[in-house]
């Protein structure tokens, strides 16, 4: 007999189930904002006495060098990269298809090793200034001393300018020179036309090479470390490693956060009005020819920041290499190299699978809430190296000092450190900041790919994760490649995280460079900076076959 259900017992009913795929971009989100979350909650921590010998010493110039610098390196990279990129795209000159692809070439070399390469020539005890001297036959006092804010921020203007160079050159090369014939139909001139037309229609590209130069600047800490110049990510690892206070150095890096979004939200704000029109150009629209004294400046600007933002560091790297690879190229150096190659493969694979994820989940769930995951999984970009650095260490000494608490009450053992100290924090760390850069380029292929196949895969049987394996990972591989060889190089030169999480002993080529440079031996510096130079070049032979119109 069939026993009837209870009217006061309401019968069970199942929960509803989570979506994986809604939750792995949260997942991947909370991942980026817990190491602000816990920056931020330093605030409430007392490190007073710390505080007051910073701002007794060195505070009030650590500020003014940060803001020069986000100033400095923001105009001339913005000036520097759009003058070029309207150069190559738009106007003909001698050497224009050479210097096309030719100026992406300094993004290969870090900023640091221009830095100590400048400073290793342009010093006092220097060839150019020990020439000089020599030649004039008396002391120099109008040479410009290059430690110091004003080399800083040469140096990384001629390292970060490629940023805003490829944007721009793209919108202008979309442009043509339709905008300026438009403009010119309306009286006005070919300058007037390039600032009224052209430039205000390519400013969100600008703007986001702007940005990415900016970042790049803020999150500094090898090149400013080379020029003595103190910054915010300076003071963050003095406060950590030289006064032994984790929470004055989140403190620091809190309002290294606060600089770095109030300058995003900044730039959003200065265009959130404006509306962009897409513009093609149409079959016909050649290049501007250049006649006269204008050809040969164009050529000569071109020749000078190529020059001096990549040929001239490379040439003087081999001179120094050269000179000592003999005796101080040994075994350390498989340890360096391993060590480099193997923390880089780690990340690069990691990130690029973080990426993959976040992708395919933003293309199965197109809501608001999964766009906003992505938007915040991915902004890791924007925070500064030793910002994540603290942000991560943190909460991990707190989990191995309970750890360590469990274990001595249970086991009657001091494990000591299990957490900190270990690959495992400098690739979460890794994960957090290089996302972005993963991210990009495997969402760009997947765009590419029509919805079409995921319904046909679909109505064959096959499920999320089937669909993703099976149908779209072969057709990924473009952008998996891109993706994990900009990671990898990334890590290779990223040193502030390297420097600040890395466990005891394990040194690296960028570790190697910061040792070097620390103790004014630039040549023995050459070797691990060439290195990566060459590593470097790898993504960015893809990059130009890419962009090369």
């Not at 880089?344 to 990130?351: D, F, I, K, P, R």
């Not at 992708?359 to 925070?383: E, K, N, Q, W």
């Not at 494990?415 to 994960?431: H, K, N, R, S």
Request: overall charge positive; glycine content about 8%; hydrophobic content about 55%.
């Amino acid at each position: 007999m069939k026993a009837a259900a209870l009217p006061f017992f309401p019968s069970p009913r199942r929960l509803p189930a989570i979506d994986p795929w809604r939750a792995l971009p949260w997942l991947f989100a909370g991942m980026v904002l817990a190491p602000v979350a816990v920056v931020a909650s330093a605030f409430f921590t007392p490190a007073g006495d710390v505080w007051r010998h910073l701002a007794q010493t060195t505070l009030t110039e650590t500020l003014l060098n940060t803001l020069w610098l986000a100033l400095g390196v923001g105009t001339g990279a913005t000036l520097i990269g759009t003058g070029l990129a309207w150069l190559t795209a738009c106007c003909e000159f001698p050497g224009r298809r050479f210097f096309s692809w030719a100026l992406l070439l300094p993004l290969a070399v870090p900023a640091y090793v221009t830095a100590f390469v400048a400073v290793g020539l342009l010093d006092y005890a220097g060839p150019v200034q020990t020439a000089l001297r020599g030649w004039l036959g008396g002391p120099l006092g109008w040479f410009p001393a290059i430690r110091g804010r004003g080399g800083a921020i040469a140096v990384m203007t001629l390292a970060l300018y490629p940023y805003v160079y490829i944007l721009a050159r793209n919108a202008f090369l979309t442009q043509g020179r339709r905008a300026l014939e438009a403009a010119q139909t309306l009286g006005l001139s070919r300058t007037q036309g390039f600032f009224r037309v052209a430039l205000p229609l390519a400013r969100p590209w600008i703007a986001a090479g702007a940005m990415l130069a900016l970042m790049e600047t803020l999150a500094d800490f090898g090149t400013v470390s080379v020029f003595n110049v103190d910054t915010l990510t300076t003071a963050i690892y003095k406060a950590w490693f030289a006064l032994f206070s984790l929470p004055a150095a989140a403190q620091m890096a809190s309002l290294l956060v606060l600089v770095a979004f109030a300058a995003l939200l900044a730039e959003q704000q200065s265009r959130s009005r404006m509306r962009y029109g897409d513009t093609r150009p149409g079959p016909g629209l050649g290049r501007i020819p250049l006649t006269g004294a204008r050809r040969w400046l164009a050529l000569g600007f071109a020749l000078t920041v190529w020059s001096a933002g990549f040929l001239i560091p490379v040439a003087k790297l081999t001179a120094w290499a050269a000179t000592v690879w003999a005796r101080d190229l040994d075994r350390r150096y498989l340890d360096f190299v391993w060590h480099s190659v193997l923390l880089s493969a780690l990340a690069a694979g990691l990130t690029v699978t973080a990426g993959l994820l976040v992708a395919y989940a933003s293309r199965r769930h197109g809501d608001l809430l999964t766009r906003a995951a992505v938007r915040l999984a991915t902004m890791g970009y924007a925070l500064p190296g030793a910002v994540l650095a603290v942000g991560i260490v943190i909460p991990l000494a707190w989990l191995d000092r309970h750890l360590s608490e469990v274990a001595q009450h249970f086991l009657q053992a001091r494990p000591g450190l299990l957490i900190q100290g270990t690959l495992a924090a400098m690739l979460v760390a890794y994960v957090c900041r290089f996302l972005a850069v993963a991210h990009g380029p495997v969402d760009s292929a997947m765009q590419r790919i029509t919805p079409n196949l995921d319904a046909a895969a679909t109505t064959l049987g096959l499920s999320g994760g089937a669909v993703l394996a099976r149908v779209h990972l072969p057709m990924l591989r473009g952008g998996l490649l891109t993706g994990a060889v900009l990671v990898f190089v990334d890590v290779m030169k990223e040193m502030p995280i390297t420097l600040m999480t890395r466990p005891f002993g394990w040194d690296t080529l960028a570790i190697r460079i910061f040792e070097m440079t620390s103790e004014g031996e630039w040549e023995r510096a050459a070797l691990p900076a060439l290195a990566l130079v060459l590593v470097g070049l790898l993504p960015i032979a893809h990059l130009i076959r890419r962009t090369e119109a």
